[in-house]
Every structure is written in C-alpha cells, then in structure tokens.
C-alpha cells in the first residue's frame, strides 16, 4: 500500500480503537465529504442517544510543526468551512501522530497490543473564518493538551447531549 493511504488508514484505524475501548459505535460515512467517522452511542434514553462526527488526519513524527504548547495544521479552506461552525452533530478535527516508519505502527506481545503513538483533538466550532480575500488554506494550532482518550470522548458525548434541545 501506498505510505500516505497507509498512514491514513492507520490513524483513522487507531482513533477507531479509542472510540471501541470507550463503547461507542463507528460509522464512516460514505461518500467521505469531510467528515471521516461518525461516532454514536445507542443509549435506552433517546435524549442521550447522540452522534459526534470527526476529520481524522495525520502527521509523521518529525513532519510536523510543533508551535509551543500545539501541533500546527493546515488545512485547504473548504474543508475549515466544513469543520467550522455550530452544528446538529457536533464535530472535531483530530490529529494523530504516527511513527515515520509503518512497521513502527504497533508492537504486539501475548498480553498486549500497542498502538503508537498519539492523538489530539480540536473543535473549531468557535473558530471565525478567516477574512484574507482569496485566502486557500487556513492553519490550524491543536493544542497538544488536547489528548484523545476515552476521558476525551465521553466528554464529547456529555457536551453534545446538553445541547440538544428539549421536545
């Protein structure tokens, strides 16, 4: 397989791993129109039964732009534009890092698998669009703080449930 198309398979695979240790169902949406996976839980209360959404994309270790405290991306403008903004499913743009190497992806033992190496997380839902006329990509700063975890993503969950209006 192709480096780029492996390397993106594996991180949307890894992000796919976090949510299945948290509980939730993976969707992906087809045709990929800038979202890359639909989370979703199947709760027995229907006000709790919600959907996030998230862009999943990577970057080699080494390959990126480190800016203090955040992982520096940028993005073409249209797809900024799908990202931005409030929405019915919420939605965020994650990053994971990878090894340079594929065959760094994992290490498997007989009491484990490990997966490397990390993921973070952002939601530009506040994020104002960019004013430069003729503007065509947009960097974006995830803050490094911003792990994806289990933790990270019942959050999601929490926040996208007290915003859904009530009947």
Known sequence: MEHNNHQGWYGETFVAAIAAAAGFQVA????DIGK???????????ELDVQIALQVKTRRIGEIALTGSGIG?????????RLRGRRQVPCYLVIVLVPRDPAEYISVGVAELILKHSAYWVSLEDRPLPIQQGQKSV???VPRENLLT?????E???????EVPAP
């Open 73 to 81: 991306i940028t993005l073409p403008i249209d797809q900024f534009k």
């Open 150 to 154: 289990i933790d990270a993503l019942h």
């Open 139 to 141: 960097t974006v700063t």
């Open 156 to 162: 999601f969950f929490h926040r996208a449930c007290e």
């Open 28 to 31: 992906v949406p087809y045709p």
């Open 36 to 46: 890359d996976m639909i989370l979703g839980r199947d709760h027995e209360d229907p």
